[in-house]
């Protein structure tokens, strides 16, 4: 696992349905590669921490209402606020595990009625992942898991839809992992991918942008 000093970084991206094990995951996934030495970060999206975060934070709270489409637009908004520290950090050698990315953007605002089409094009220009994991579960055995907070979407009516959105953004390229195995299980496969996926990085696969 030496990286060489030219090597960039790997953009990896974990999507799912809210309960889908996707944080816990990806806390667990950087702690594996820290630990075998690996420059790796974890992100997630949205990022509270900004001015735009903070606006989303108070939505998803539903201690501000917003128009479908202005919300939409302040999570692309709060990526695009990242995307050059995002292209610094991969060119620089560093490896990001993001939890949540444009496909949630376009997933949960689609599910909601708005246009797909409409809901890519802000997101034309960032960073295009060098790999999605999709955990998979479905929206009944999610809700199962408990857990569900007071946040605008938890609710399973609604994340029946975000799983249609899902299922409509999907290709070929996605490593989709049954989020209903153990934790263990699911870890091991998570690794496997994602240093299959980083070898290819620090080899020299080029870095685009969406949509590819
Ligand atoms: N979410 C997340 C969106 O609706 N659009 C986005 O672009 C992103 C990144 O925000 F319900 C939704 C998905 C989820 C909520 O996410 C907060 P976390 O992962 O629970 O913080």
């Known amino acids: 696992n030496k990286e060489s000093s030219n090597s960039r970084g ?26 075998q030495g690996h420059s790796v970060e974890s992100w997630r999206f ?3 921490n900004t001015g735009v975060g903070q606006m989303i934070s108070s939505y998803l709270a539903n201690k501000s209402q917003l128009d479908d489409h ?18 610094e950090k991969l060119k ?15 997933a949960f605002s689609s599910a909601k009625g708005l246009d797909i089409e409409w809901c890519k ?5 960032l960073l295009a ?21 007071d946040e605008r979407y938890e609710q399973l009516e609604f994340q029946k839809k975000v799983a249609g959105s ?5 290709d070929s390229s996605w490593k989709v992992i049954d989020a209903t195995l153990s934790i263990e299980d699911v870890e091991k496969k998570l690794r496997e991918v994602v240093l299959d996926r980083m070898m290819t990085c620090h080899k020299g696969k080029p870095m685009s942008q ?3």
């Open 10 to 35: 790997a953009l990896i991206v974990l999507e799912g349905l809210d309960r889908c094990g996707k944080t816990s995951q990806s806390g667990r996934l950087y702690k594996y590669l820290d630990e």
């Open 46 to 48: 949205p990022d509270r």
């Open 70 to 87: 202005a919300i939409h637009l302040l999570f692309s908004a709060n990526r695009w606020e990242k995307r050059s520290l995002m292209e």
């Open 92 to 106: 620089s050698g560093t490896t990001l595990i993001v939890d949540r990315y444009s496909y949630s953007g376009v």
């Open 121 to 125: 094009a802000p997101e034309i220009g």
């Open 129 to 149: 992942p060098d790999l999605v994991v999709y955990l998979d579960i479905s929206p009944e055995k999610a809700a199962e898991r408990g857990g569900y907070g």
């Open 166 to 170: 899902y299922l409509s953004l999907r």
């Open 210 to 212: 969406l949509w590819p």
